[in-house]
Nanobody, 122 residues
Framework: QLQAYGGGLVQPGGSLRLSCVVS????????IGWFRQAPGKEREGVSC????????HSADSVKGRFTTSRDLAKNTVYLQMNSLKAEDTAVYYC?????????????????WGQGTQVTVSS
């Protein structure tokens, strides 16, 4: 299973770090994707990190501001979010994928964590 946490209320320009803690399987064999869904909007992919070599990819809307990393020893993936904007307000989710597919970053996501709310407001 996956558990995402670390959300909260932050002012524009501020930072947050989200964590996605994985249990029951290894990040060596699963890619992890970060997604978000704002009220009234469709879910969108934010970033992903591959299973074998830890290569990351970010959506254009967050490039240069968000960084994805992982700690294999802790079986945890992080989403460091800097220079936050009001439009980053959303519920953020992490999901795991063991197979390639047609979803975000070319994977097929099977397991999803519960979301964590990120609110950027002054």
């Amino acid at each position: 299973q996956l558990q995402a946490y670390g959300g909260g209320l932050v002012q524009p320009g501020g930072s947050l770090r989200l964590s996605c803690v994985v249990s029951g399987f290894s990040l060596d064999y699963s890619a992890i994707g970060w997604f978000r869904q704002a009220p009234g909007k469709e879910r969108e992919g934010v970033s992903c990190i591959s299973r074998s070599d830890g290569i990351t990819h970010s959506a254009d809307s967050v490039k240069g501001r968000f960084t994805t990393s992982r700690d294999l020893a802790k079986n945890t993936v992080y989403l460091q979010m800097n220079s936050l904007k009001a439009e980053d307000t959303a519920v953020y989710y992490c999901a795991s994928a063991e197979l390639y597919g047609s979803d975000w970053c070319g994977y097929k996501y099977h397991y999803w964590g519960q979301g964590t709310q990120v609110t950027v407001s002054s």
